[in-house]
């Protein structure tokens, strides 16, 4: 197996296990990660996921040494070539950031819902240098989450990008200390888990499908999800433990 599927709680983590190619995914790798990922998607019991690599690195990207050997990318409207980016899940999955996070690699990242990166991580869009195009998303969502101008800064020169850059430009949410990313992760799904999952998924899925509506859809398709969360009851139980005084001031 070429990656690790663990459930902690409500958590499960995701690891690209492949050290000794700082966890580049090749076609066996890349049907792992999406059956874990739909594995995760079906289990009610697990609420966030955190994908990371071993060894120190998150991941290289593609294989390249596999493609030159012949093994082709594989072409499905279903899934990435990386795996599960293509993906669209109900629930939040959190990039736990070591090492290299670069091209193939970087896509996976973006894939995700938020970016923990350590302090001397190293992004960037690699394939640049190799004549690799992206094809897991990178050419959307990094536009999208960083602005068309610095975007095509990265997807043009391919250089590389330390975590305090990306923190500043956006590319990654929050930087902690080497070594340190995937506890931090871990601590960060917790706390999502914690909290009522209806209204938090249905928040997360209109931020996702604004994209492909006019405003005026968009508000029509909020509201009318935000709806259905308050006549499941979950907000009403919310409102009740409020006004017993539960969570005022932050707590």
Known sequence: MKVRYETEGPVAVVTIDRPEVRNAVDEE???????AFENFNADSD???A???GSGGHFCAGFDLKALAAGTGIAIDPNRGPMGPTYMQLDKPVLAAIEGHAVAGGLELALWCDLRIASRDAVLGVFNRRFGV??????TIRLPRMIGQGRALDLILSGRAVGADE??????????VEPGTALDSARDLALHLSSFPQRALRHDRRSVYRQWSQDDEDSLRAEQQGGMEVIASGESLEGARRFAEGDGRHGS
């Open 133 to 138: 195009p992206l094809v897991d998303g990178g």
């Open 166 to 175: 990306a923190l500043t430009m956006g590319l990654v949410e929050r930087v």
């Open 46 to 48: 697990l609420a966030v």
């Open 29 to 35: 790798t890349a049907e792992e990660l999406f059956a």
């Open 50 to 52: 955190v994908l990371t």
